[in-house]
């Protein structure tokens, strides 16, 4: 059931995603490494993946938030809520990555802030089984999609490259332990529209 401290709770984290510096607890990957030389183009093309990914991130936040708000079951909740906290490091390394290479992030985080929570928050109305399907097929989508990020980034952008290696593992960690507690496999029309989705939202923040 959705309660005032939930709604107060998931404000809370809209307006911590939204407007101030996520925080980590673990380094930063690859934070060891030397900043590459790279040309302009290449600088303009990492920092560009990177904003994607990081709004990719922003998406988690919020789904999981909406997700957590709606879940029937006490242990799916807490377990969403810590996946959700996980996720925080992945938008901190992310952010912090698209400063050092003296890019912006997505100019419409808001939009995809709030597209994804009703997203979520409709996904834990459809039961614990479907909304832990979702996250488990969310997080097989976005692996995927941050393998193809490894093959575009530049082959000495070893920060950057550290960094989306790490969220891959985190990514498929978080996709096992949807199914793990009962997630269901998605019917095909749901995760194509996902995949759609999931396009047009990478392809406008590569831009903007
Ligand atoms: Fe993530
Ligand atoms: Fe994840």
Redesign the pocket.
């Known amino acids: 059931m959705i309660t005032i401290d939930k709604l107060i709770i998931g404000f809370d984290s809209a307006l911590r995603t939204l407007s101030t510096p996520a925080q980590t607890l673990r380094p930063v990957p690859g934070n060891e490494l030397p900043e590459a030389e790279m040309t302009d183009v290449e600088k303009r093309l990492s920092c560009a993946l990177m904003r994607v990914n990081h709004v990719g991130e922003v998406c988690?936040q919020a789904l999981y938030q909406g997700q957590g708000l709606t879940a029937r079951n006490e242990t799916v909740q807490q377990t969403l809520m810590q996946?959700a906290r996980?996720?925080t490091e992945?938008l901190a390394w992310t952010e912090r990555r698209i400063a050092e290479l003296g890019g912006h992030k997505s100019f419409l985080n808001p939009l995809w802030y709030g597209g994804s929570f009703a997203i979520g928050v409709v996904a834990g109305m459809l039961g614990d089984k479907w909304n832990l399907g979702f996250l488990a097929e969310t997080?097989h989508q976005?692996g995927a999609h941050l393998a193809g990020h490894l093959e575009q980034l530049p082959n000495h952008d070893e920060k950057s490259r550290a960094i989306v290696s790490q969220m891959k593992i985190?990514?498929a960690s978080?996709a096992t332990m949807a199914l793990s507690y009962g997630g269901a496999e998605l019917p095909l029309p749901v995760k194509l529209t996902m995949k759609l989705g999931s396009k047009l939202m990478t392809h406008t923040a590569y831009w903007v």
């Open positions: 988690a996946a996980e996720e992945h997080e976005v985190d990514e978080h």
